[in-house]
């Protein structure tokens, strides 16, 4: 499936087929919150990309402490900016995916193997 919506989105690059590419990288990502892929950054927000969705990480620094604050924010795939989708180079979230699963593997066994040897040969066809 994944392979259908990456030709389909690297054919026609616009916001409708980046939300279907990105829910289908979501799907994929391994049951654990200890992984999620960077997507954009934007001022002091990035966007970032899990098994859950979409969320905003946004990263200040106190004013008068020198500690830098996060707070983290679930949005919907219709609020991530036209500018945003431009930005997100989609090679690097399939490398990102393809990371993960290997990393995921140790754990997991050979199904995020294999799932990882099908996202490298999507990177390849997409360079």
């Known amino acids: 499936m994944l392979d259908e919506v990456t030709r389909k989105f690297m054919k026609e690059k616009n916001k409708d087929n980046a939300i279907i590419f990105l829910k289908e990288v979501s799907k994929l990502i391994p049951p654990s919150d200890d992984f999620s892929i960077f997507l954009v950054k934007r001022g002091p927000h990035e966007y970032h990309l899990d098994r859950k969705g979409l969320f905003i990480q946004s990263v200040s620094e106190d004013e008068y402490l020198p500690f830098l ?4 924010k679930r ?53």
């Open 69 to 72: 604050s996060g707070s983290e």
């Open 75 to 127: 949005v919907d795939f219709s609020s991530l900016p036209e500018d945003a989708v431009k930005k997100i180079d989609y090679v690097d979230v399939l490398k990102q995916l393809r990371d993960i699963l290997l990393d995921f593997s140790r754990r997991g066994g050979e199904k995020y193997t294999k799932m990882a040897e099908e996202v490298n040969v999507l990177i390849f066809q997409n360079l």
